[in-house]
C-alpha cells in the first residue's frame, strides 16, 4: 500500500456549474489533467471537494464518475466523516468500493469528543469498512486534535494503515514518527510542511494546491522523497506566494478562483461559502 499511495495524491475541487449542479464536464477535464501532469493518486469528497455540503447520492455519482474517467487508472482514496460515528458506519457499509484503495476519515468535528471517544469512533469505522483506512487530523477545522497518542494506538489496528497529519504541530507529528510501525503511513494535509514532513518520514502529499499546480508539488514531492532537498525548497518557495490566499476566504474558494482563471473550472461554491471578492481575485490574477 505505501508504494500505491506514495507521492501527490490531490484532494479534488467538486466543481459546479452556475446552478450548483455537478459540473461533470470540467470534472472529467480536471481528471485528464492531473492524469497528464504527475499526479500518483486522487482523494474525493474531502474537504477541499466540498463535502459537507455535497448529499451522499452526489457523493456516490463523483466516485462512479472518477472509475469511469480515470485516463492512467490512478489510486482513489475516498473521503468521509462527520460527528455521527453509527450514520458514518452505515454510509461506510452500504458503499460500492469497488475500484477504491482507501478510505480518508476526518477526525469527528463539532462534537469534540475525547481521545477516548475518538478512538472508539475510528475502530467502530475501521471495523466495519472493507478497505484500509486513514486517519485525518485537522485541529482547526474539527475542533479537536488527534494526539500522537491517539495515532499510535490506534495504529495497531488492523485496518487503519496511516495518517493524513494537518496539525501543522512537529512535535508531535516527531512523536508519530518515532512511535509508529515502518508500515504506518504519515502523510502531509498542508502543504507547505511537505517538504520538512517527508525530511523526517512523511511519504507525500494530500494537497490542495495540486489541483492547479499539479506538475509543480509533483516535482516538490519527488524531490524531497529522493533527499534533493534544495530543489524541493526552490519549487516550495514558489508555491508559498500563492498558498495563503487559498485559504483567506476558505477553501476551497481560492483554489476553485485559480482553476476558473486557468479554465479548468468555474469557482462556484455551495453556501455557506461564497464565491471569491474581487480583491482576491485580482490578487490571483497577479500571483499566477
Not at 516527531?174 to 520538512?196: E, N, Q, R, W
Request: a negative charge; charged letters at 20%.
Amino acid at each position: 500500500m505505501q508504494k500505491l499511495l506514495k507521492g501527490t495524491g490531490v484532494a479534488l475541487v467538486t466543481p459546479f456549474d452556475s446552478n450548483l449542479k455537478i459540473d461533470f464536464k470540467s470534472f472529467e477535464k480536471i481528471l485528464e489533467y492531473h492524469s497528464q501532469n504527475g499526479i500518483d493518486y486522487f482523494v474525493v469528497n474531502g474537504t477541499t471537494g466540498e463535502a459537507a455540503t455535497t448529499n451522499k447520492q452526489e457523493k456516490r455519482e463523483l466516485l462512479d464518475f472518477i472509475r469511469n474517467h480515470n485516463p492512467k487508472k490512478l489510486p482513489i482514496m475516498y473521503g468521509t466523516g462527520g460527528y455521527d460515528t453509527l450514520d458514518i458506519v452505515e454510509h461506510v457499509k452500504e458503499m460500492n468500493w469497488t475500484g477504491v484503495d482507501a478510505l480518508l476519515s476526518v477526525s469527528p468535528y463539532y462534537n469534540r469528543p475525547s481521545q477516548k471517544g475518538i478512538v472508539a469512533h475510528y475502530e467502530a469505522v475501521a471495523d466495519a469498512c472493507p478497505v484500509p483506512v486513514i486517519l485525518y487530523n485537522v485541529p482547526k477545522r474539527t475542533g479537536s486534535n488527534l494526539t500522537a497518542d491517539t495515532t499510535l494506538a490506534l495504529s495497531k489496528h488492523d485496518n487503519i494503515i496511516g495518517i493524513k497529519e494537518a496539525s501543522g504541530d512537529f512535535s508531535q507529528i516527531v512523536d508519530i514518527v518515532a512511535g509508529k510501525a515502518d508500515d504506518f503511513m504519515l502523510f502531509s494535509g498542508d502543504d507547505m510542511c511537505t517538504v520538512p514532513m517527508i525530511s523526517i518520514g512523511a511519504i507525500g502529499v494530500i494537497s490542495v494546491l495540486a489541483n492547479a499546480f499539479p506538475k509543480e508539488m509533483s516535482s516538490m514531492v519527488n524531490a524531497a522523497l529522493d533527499g534533493k532537498y534544495t530543489e524541493a525548497t526552490s519549487y516550495l518557495s514558489k508555491l508559498s506566494y500563492i498558498n495563503p490566499h487559498m485559504y483567506s476566504e476558505s477553501s476551497p474558494v481560492g483554489i476553485k478562483e485559480v482553476m476558473n482563471q486557468m479554465g479548468l473550472c468555474g469557482n462556484h461554491v455551495r453556501l455557506p461559502l461564497v464565491g471569491p471578492s474581487a480583491e482576491l481575485s485580482a490578487t490571483i490574477k497577479k500571483l499566477i
